[in-house]
């Protein structure tokens, strides 16, 4: 999960001043496999977690996860228009690519 946590942040950062439609189009693809490289081992770790408790609470454990997934995707757009509109979109993008690097970096060195 870190290597797609500092691919992620790689890739948002340039995606601001990225003028031209391949180099945009590399950053997203890049973008998309990051994705993929950070959905599936927290889907797998949280599971893992639930199967060392006693109850196995899957149901609520991935409802959750779900919720949160869903309440991002909702409310980054609304607030990366906000960053946008004050900051401008190549610095949106700069501030958003670091919490992605800083939990990559993170998740790195305290594995």
């Known amino acids: 999960m870190a290597v797609g946590l500092v691919m992620l942040g790689v890739s948002l950062a340039p995606l601001g001043w990225a003028l031209s439609i391949p180099a945009q189009l590399l950053l997203l693809s890049v973008l998309g496999i990051a ?3 950070i959905i599936t ?3 797998t770790g949280l ?7 006693e109850d196995h609470a899957y149901g609520v454990a991935y409802a959750l996860f779900n919720t949160a ?8 757009p609304l607030a990366g228009g906000v ?3 004050t900051l401008g979109f ?3 993008m700069l501030g958003a690519a670091c919490l992605p690097l800083a939990m ?3 998740l790195a ?3």
């Not at 599971?47 to 408790?53: A, H, W």
């Open 35 to 37: 994705s993929g490289l």
């Open 41 to 43: 081992p927290a889907l």
């Open 47 to 53: 599971g893992e977690v639930i199967d060392r408790g």
């Open 69 to 76: 997934y869903a309440a991002g995707l909702a409310l980054g």
């Open 83 to 85: 960053l946008t509109d």
């Open 90 to 92: 190549p610095v949106a």
């Open 104 to 106: 990559g970096v993170r």
């Open 109 to 111: 060195i305290h594995r």
